[in-house]
């Protein structure tokens, strides 16, 4: 399937630098979800932190799936825009008191509790407002992600989740805890996995968990794995849209859920990465001593991956399509050496004023912008 085309007369007027997003693309990439999830009766919770903008955001409700928040104001936000309060789980290691209050204000499905302390003060907030607020335990199952060791989140070395050795505490607390209601466990183990065995292997510690805890007498009505699955950042055409039914597959086929026990999901990045792109002029090329320098009206102000993870975004020229025959370091203007989108970039013969896009940019781009060195806020401007 073809990813997004560039319209380089529209942009011609456009400031610079803005995120583009392809609407129509993310479209299609929600009915190829919802078809994959429908099929198994899989819930997905669409993770806000992956981006927060409001037109993606209502076309992401729209498509009926729920909520996956990591802090109070995103919570906030999804019942602002109309998620269902039922639709919304809450994740974090460091929930406020403040942002607590608000989520069990809001009647939210589940908070996915990381520690015991958590949850002692959920229970007194909840008992404080005359509430039972229902709890998964995110659970840290030791699954190695193999993915850059910044957005691997499932191993025991790791600030997330609860260990198995601290299980039998746990249960032990949480029956005297009257006002939390045990109803899942959670589990995440790292983002943009491009190899679905880390996936195999999860279902199996999955279903090693979800068996220790009914032998206890818990026969939990949630089980949600968490996000994670990658995309194709060097092809974005090639790939724009995920395999998602191979994707759920591997859960249908390696997990074991009892009757009536419902399996959650948290998306973020296979939801929104392709449909967005950064937008950027050349303003200056300057020639160094190994290379040339491409020096954008974009930077890590803009997107920070590449300067945050190493991570690889394809670049293009979209006012030259002639063939790439030269080489270029692609920069920002930001005073930081790290502000760097890419090095050697096979590139067409490039001078100032040329449009750039940076590829696969919707995801932890627009959402992680700054205004450090007093940069403009970040704009954004639609397919549609
Ligand atoms: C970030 C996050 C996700 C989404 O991860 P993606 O890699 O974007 O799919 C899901 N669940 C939790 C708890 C997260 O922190």
């Known amino acids: 399937m073809m990813g997004t085309v560039f319209d380089v007369s529209r942009f011609a007027a456009e400031k610079t630098p803005f995120y583009y997003y392809d609407l129509a693309l993310l479209g299609k990439t929600l009915e190829a979800l919802n078809k994959a999830r429908q099929k198994y009766g899989y819930h997905v919770h669409y993770a806000f932190k992956a981006n927060a903008n409001d037109r993606i955001l209502e076309m992401i409700r729209a498509a009926g799936l729920g909520a996956d928040c990591v802090s109070g104001n995103e919570v ?13 789980v809450f994740a974090g290691v460091g929930k406020s008191d403040e942002e607590i209050i608000a989520a069990l204000e809001f009647g939210i499905f589940c908070f996915n509790c990381e520690s015991l302390p958590e949850i002692e003060v959920i229970n007194e907030l909840a008992a404080a407002r005359g509430l039972v607020a229902s709890i998964a335990l995110r659970i840290n199952p030791n699954v190695d992600a193999h993915t850059h060791k910044y957005i691997t989140t499932g191993l025991e070395e790791n600030k997330f989740g609860i260990n198995p050795y601290e299980f039998e505490e746990v249960l032990t607390r949480v029956k005297d805890l009257e006002h939390i209601r045990l109803n899942g466990l959670h589990f995440h183990i790292g983002s943009q996995i491009t190899d679905l065995t880390p996936f195999k292997n999860l279902c199996l510690r999955v279903n090693e968990i979800n068996h220790w805890f009914l032998q206890k007498g818990y026969d939990l009505p949630v089980i949600n794995v968490g996000g994670g699955v990658g995309i194709n950042y060097r092809e974005p055409d090639k790939e724009a849209i995920i395999d998602f039914e191979a994707y759920f597959k591997v859960f249908h086929d390696f997990i074991q859920l009892r009757p009536g026990q419902q399996l959650h999901f948290e998306l973020g990045r296979a939801v929104v990465a392709q449909c967005g792109s950064l937008v950027s002029r050349v303003l200056y090329v300057k020639n ?14 803009e997107l920070i991956r590449p300067a945050l993870y190493q991570a690889f975004h394809k670049i293009e020229n979209i006012s030259n399509t002639a063939f790439a025959d030269m080489k270029y370091d692609v920069v920002g203007p930001i005073c930081e050496s790290s502000d760097c989108f890419g090095k050697a970039v096979n590139l067409p ?23 450090y060195n007093l940069r403009d806020e970040t704009r954004a401007v639609y397919s549609v």
Do not use: C, H, W
């Open 76 to 88: 906030k936000k999804a019942i602002q825009l109309g998620f269902d309060p039922k639709q919304v």
């Open 288 to 301: 160094g001593i190994n290379t040339n320098f491409a020096i954008l009206d974009a930077g890590m102000t």
């Open 349 to 371: 013969l490039t001078k100032r004023g040329d449009l750039m896009v940076i590829r696969s940019a919707g995801a932890y781009g627009e959402v992680m912008s700054s205004r």
